[in-house]
């Protein structure tokens, strides 16, 4: 996500977040629980499920998409998810 973007997203946004880190990188839905305005960078704290009771994450904001996504916003994660294991990417 652009930093214009993350630093924009309030309470209650609803995103996708690349929350593991593993092999499985897909995107999974969250909702913005915290904003942490600091210099440069917001932290923000989002809250994995929709029920209110998940865990909030602290993610990069290169780990988040606004959902809806953007399909031309650039992203490796989701790249390397949708390419085949094993196969080089042209």
Do not use: Y
Request: proline share 10%; with cysteine.
């Amino acid at each position: 996500m652009l930093r214009f973007d993350w630093n924009g997203l309030r309470l209650g946004d609803d995103v996708l977040v690349h929350a593991s880190s593993g092999a499985d990188m897909a995107l999974s839905p969250g909702t913005v629980a915290m904003v942490d305005v600091v210099k440069g960078s917001n932290r923000v704290g989002i809250r994995m499920t929709t029920d209110g009771r998940g865990p909030v994450l602290w993610p990069s904001r290169l780990a988040v998409h606004p959902d809806p996504c953007d399909p031309t916003e650039p992203c490796w994660r989701c790249q390397a998810f949708s390419q085949p294991i094993g196969v080089p990417e042209r």
